[in-house]
């Protein structure tokens, strides 16, 4: 069994499939994935969905049972399956789980998607997944509470309990570090781009030269979500937004693209500049093989979304309403950004109450 991309006639478009392993499709996870295209979800969400289907169907094709009849009691074991290094021997020694509690969660969504999708279609009779609580119960009462608070709010049955674990962020020395290492001014603007914006990758590999204005001191990024990027690059967020960003960043950009940028008609930002295939868009697999490196050269551990997040905490830490971090990160809810980025370690707590001793000898 396999995860396949292909290439549609129609479009030209990459797009995935599940088969067998007799090559022959899978067509009720291949008919949710169709959907979740026509539903114009970036074409990374369907490969991830994808993969995590596949791990559905070996482990229903382990268990023996018809995909149709999923219950509580399937999905438990499915969890153990995950967890286990080695679904097939059970050990009688503690062992560690192959998967993190986060990654798990995550297929669990998947697979509750797609049985959501086909109890709507009418191929599943029933989904033995969720509970119905008061939402006097949660902690979180969103807005307008009051007005149905005597309604019951389905949630997920089975959900892993998740550590909450801080995954740092950078310091200007490190970002120096990296931007020094890079052997290019595309690799060192993209650096900057990502600690001085936030923006995700996929908008940043998705940029075109339109979107950025630095006409009459406005030094402006505009974030666009289109759906027919040649590399897949897309954000998750459809809502256009506009990025303020420094002078300084504007230089880089110019330097890159007087002295880098290759002689070809190309809108995109972010290209390939060695000559086998200058001018190309830049690819997600380039980025990595770029952190790789960094990360090689300099010690530091990084990735696309460790800048994201660096730039998020600076922006909270230096008192910027939370209203205006939610709309420059493209979160649809103010409580994504609190729950994601929001982290007090012992100096913040030291700094505060230093603040508050001052105010109080005041």
């Given at each position: 069994?396999?995860?396949?991309?292909?290439?549609?006639?129609?479009?030209?478009?990459?797009?995935?499939?599940?088969?067998?392993?007799?090559?022959?499709?899978?067509?009720?996870?291949?008919?949710?994935?169709?959907?979740?295209?026509?539903?114009?979800?970036?074409?990374?969400?369907?490969?991830?969905?994808?993969?995590?289907?596949?791990?559905?169907?070996?482990?229903?094709?382990?268990?023996?049972?018809?995909?149709?009849?999923?219950?509580?009691?399937?999905?438990?074991?499915?969890?153990?399956?995950?967890?286990?290094?080695?679904?097939?021997?059970?050990?009688?020694?503690?062992?560690?789980?192959?998967?993190?509690?986060?990654?798990?969660?995550?297929?669990?969504?998947?697979?509750?998607?797609?049985?959501?999708?086909?109890?709507?279609?009418?191929?599943?009779?029933?989904?033995?997944?969720?509970?119905?609580?008061?939402?006097?119960?949660?902690?979180?009462?969103?807005?307008?509470?009051?007005?149905?608070?005597?309604?019951?709010?389905?949630?997920?049955?089975?959900?892993?309990?998740?550590?909450?674990?801080?995954?740092?962020?950078?310091?200007?020395?490190?970002?120096?570090?990296?931007?020094?290492?890079?052997?290019?001014?595309?690799?060192?603007?993209?650096?900057?781009?990502?600690?001085?914006?936030?923006?995700?990758?996929?908008e940043a590999l998705g940029l075109r030269h339109e979107d950025i204005n630095s006409v009459a001191g406005k030094n402006e990024?505009?974030?666009?979500?289109?759906?027919?990027?040649?590399?897949?690059?897309?954000?998750?967020?459809?809502?256009?937004?506009?990025?303020?960003?420094?002078?300084?960043?504007?230089?880089?950009?110019?330097?890159?693209?007087?002295?880098?940028?290759p002689d070809v008609d190309s809108d995109y930002v972010f290209v390939n500049i060695w000559k086998s295939e200058a001018g190309?868009?830049?690819?997600?697999?380039?980025?990595?093989?770029?952190?790789?490196?960094?990360?090689?050269?300099?010690?530091?551990?990084?990735?696309?979304?460790l800048f994201r997040h660096t730039h998020a905490s600076e922006l909270i830490k230096s008192g910027i309403d939370m209203a205006?971090?939610?709309?420059?990160?493209?979160?649809?809810?103010?409580?994504?950004?609190?729950?994601?980025?929001?982290?007090?370690?012992?100096?913040?707590?030291?700094?505060?109450?230093?603040?508050?001793?001052?105010?109080?000898?005041?």
């Amino acid at each position: 069994m396999k995860v396949q991309r292909i290439k549609l006639p129609s479009n030209g478009k990459n797009t995935w499939i599940l088969i067998d392993d007799n090559y022959l499709p899978i067509n009720p996870v291949n008919n949710y994935l169709r959907h979740l295209e026509s539903i114009e979800k970036s074409p990374n969400t369907v490969s991830n969905y994808a993969y995590h289907l596949k791990l559905l169907w070996e482990f229903i094709q382990d268990s023996k049972f018809d995909w149709r009849e999923i219950n509580q009691s399937y999905l438990a074991n499915f969890i153990l399956w995950l967890r286990s290094p080695n679904p097939r021997i059970i050990s009688i020694q503690q062992q560690e789980a192959k998967r993190t509690e986060r990654t798990i969660n995550t297929i669990l969504s998947a697979v509750y998607n797609f049985y959501e999708f086909h109890k709507r279609n009418g191929t599943v009779n029933s989904v033995d997944a969720y509970r119905y609580i008061n939402p006097a119960n949660r902690k979180y009462k969103p807005l307008l509470y009051e007005m149905s608070k005597n309604k019951a709010v389905r949630t997920k049955l089975l959900k892993l309990k998740e550590p909450k674990v801080f995954p740092g962020i950078l310091n200007l020395e490190q970002i120096k570090q990296l931007v020094d290492c890079c052997h290019s001014q595309r690799d060192k603007f993209l650096v900057m781009l990502l600690y001085e914006t936030g923006m995700r990758i996929g908008e940043a590999l998705g940029l075109r030269h339109e979107d950025i204005n630095s006409v009459a001191g406005k030094n402006e990024i505009r974030i666009v979500t289109r759906n027919n990027n040649f590399n897949n690059a897309r954000g998750k967020s459809r809502n256009e937004r506009i990025l303020q960003v420094p002078g300084s960043l504007m230089k880089l950009y110019s330097s890159y693209i007087i002295n880098e940028y290759p002689d070809v008609d190309s809108d995109y930002v972010f290209v390939n500049i060695w000559k086998s295939e200058a001018g190309s868009p830049m690819q997600y697999s380039t980025v990595t093989g770029l952190f790789k490196k960094l990360k090689k050269q300099t010690g530091i551990k990084i990735n696309a979304h460790l800048f994201r997040h660096t730039h998020a905490s600076e922006l909270i830490k230096s008192g910027i309403d939370m209203a205006y971090v939610q709309k420059r990160l493209g979160h649809s809810s103010i409580q994504t950004t609190i729950n994601t980025y929001v982290h007090l370690n012992d100096d913040d707590m030291r700094e505060a109450y230093e603040k508050y001793l001052v105010s109080k000898d005041k």
